[in-house]
């Protein structure tokens, strides 16, 4: 009986261990028109769920000065982007998500800049291996052809 018992256990772990690592290659884009339409005009429209509220706040709070270039919003879209940003970030759920856990403290407004980021991408070389050139880190479609529709799997990797 306790035997029985205990292969459930472990039946029940290896399922929900298996669903869970099955998970954590989606990340839900961006699904807020607006979001999408002002993020997106100079890059892949970086998910929500990768920074947390912290950071989205800051990043939106100066956008004049955006990464050396000047992304600003009138005032009403700053505030409805910052919202759903903020309403769907790393840490807007009570447990965080893989982008928040871990991290200890002095958020970056860069989502490459993330200790869990870091983490995934401390063995790949930022090189294109036919060119020689360097490929932009904040690049992510250059490497993650699905990255639009939230599947950052790597093929070939
Ligand atoms: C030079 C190529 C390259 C670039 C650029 C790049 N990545 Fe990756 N990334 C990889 C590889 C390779 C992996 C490992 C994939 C795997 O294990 O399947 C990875 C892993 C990841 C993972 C973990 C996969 C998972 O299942 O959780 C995430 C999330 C991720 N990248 C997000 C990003 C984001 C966001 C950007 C842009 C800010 C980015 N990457 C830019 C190559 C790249
Ligand atoms: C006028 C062009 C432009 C617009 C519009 C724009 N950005 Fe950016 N963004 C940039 C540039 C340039 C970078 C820096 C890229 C680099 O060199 O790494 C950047 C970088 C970022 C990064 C950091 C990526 C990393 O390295 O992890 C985030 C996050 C970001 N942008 C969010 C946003 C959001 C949110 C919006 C919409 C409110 C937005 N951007 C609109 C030009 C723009």
Redesign the pocket.
């Known amino acids: 009986m306790l035997a029985r018992l205990f292969l459930l256990a472990m039946m029940g772990f290896l399922f929900l261990s298996a669903s869970m690592r099955a998970r954590d290659e989606r990340i839900s884009p961006v699904n807020h028109a607006l ?1 999408k339409e ?2 997106s ?3 892949f429209a ?1 998910p929500a769920a990768m ?1 947390p509220s912290a950071s ?1 706040t800051r ?2 709070s100066s ?1 004049e000065s ?6 600003s ?1 009138d005032e009403a879209s700053v505030a409805a ?1 910052t919202k759903y ?1 903020n309403s769907n970030s790393a840490d807007s759920s009570w447990i965080g998500n893989r982008f928040s856990r871990g991290q200890t403290n002095n958020w970056p ?5 993330t200790d869990h980021w870091l983490r995934e991408h401390k063995n790949q070389s930022f090189k294109n291996t036919s060119s020689s050139e360097d490929i ?3 690049d992510c479609v250059a490497c993650h052809d699905n990255a639009v529709k939230g599947d950052f799997r790597v093929n070939d990797a």
């Open positions: 979001t002002e993020c005009a100079c890059h970086f920074l989205w990043l939106m956008l955006h990464f050396g270039e000047d992304a919003l982007i940003l407004i860069r989502i490459t800049e932009y880190q904040s």
